[in-house]
């Protein structure tokens, strides 16, 4: 069984302030990895998708890759109010996708 | 406005009802795939069609089916639904079937199920 394991939260942090999300996979076989955003009731929104070691940016975010650790992260910095919401990791493995339950961030105003 | 459209959006059953809920992309995607999401258990599969005809389990199949007659459409069957199936679905499709590097899953707005 495929496992991707994320922190479930709460992750509070004050509005400004940058948000480290985290998450580490169970296959080294893994290929393609992404960042959805979800809110309450809401559909899953792609944040950023990642396919090689390193650092990705796209505007205040910041995807990170490391696959001989089996650990990707989303650094979101200057965190808003609107930002608050589940982050749910996701990871590529042949013509699967294995979702993390995801970390609730709550960015205080 | 490229998107993947489900119906509906909430569906209230009772046990052993059959019941069909449709999935349609306009994007032209080979790829599409159930997905239900329960708290504390995140996304799982529930099944992928990599194009049509080509249909596959995912995690958790049992009492689901589906079907891909048509690229465009993928609608997700539950012949005898039970009250465990009540869920939060979500259909999905991306770009591509190959091997390597994949192309992000774009969602469905989704179907709240519930199951008495």
């Known amino acids: 069984q495929k496992e991707v394991e994320q922190n479930s939260g709460p992750l509070s942090v004050p509005e400004g302030a940058i948000a480290s999300l985290n998450c580490t996979y169970s296959d080294r076989g893994s290929q393609s990895f992404f960042w959805y955003r979800q809110y309450s009731g809401k559909s899953p929104e792609l944040i950023m998708f990642i396919y090689s070691n390193g650092d990705k940016e796209d505007g205040r975010f910041t995807a990170q890759l490391n696959k001989a650790s089996q650990y990707v992260s989303l650094l979101i910095r200057d965190s808003q109010p609107s930002d608050s919401a589940t982050y749910l990791c996701a990871v590529n493995w042949g013509n699967k996708f294995y979702f993390g339950s995801g970390t609730k961030l709550n960015v205080k105003p | 406005e490229a998107q993947v459209t489900q119906n509906p959006r909430y569906l209230i059953t009772v046990t052993g009802k059959k019941l069909t809920v449709t999935c349609s992309q306009n994007m032209n995607h080979e790829y599409m795939s159930w997905y239900r999401q329960d708290p504390g258990l995140g996304l799982r599969q529930i099944y992928y069609s990599m194009n049509v005809e080509v249909t596959d389990k995912g995690d958790v199949p049992e009492g689901y089916k589906v079907s891909r007659k048509e690229k465009r459409n993928f609608p997700l069957i539950l012949e005898s639904p039970s009250p465990n199936q009540t869920s939060l679905y979500f259909c999905?499709?991306?770009?591509?079937?190959?091997?390597?590097?994949?192309?992000?899953?774009?969602f469905g707005n989704g179907t709240r199920l519930t199951v008495t």
């Open positions: 999905a499709s991306r770009a591509g079937q190959g091997i390597g590097p994949n192309s992000p899953l774009h």
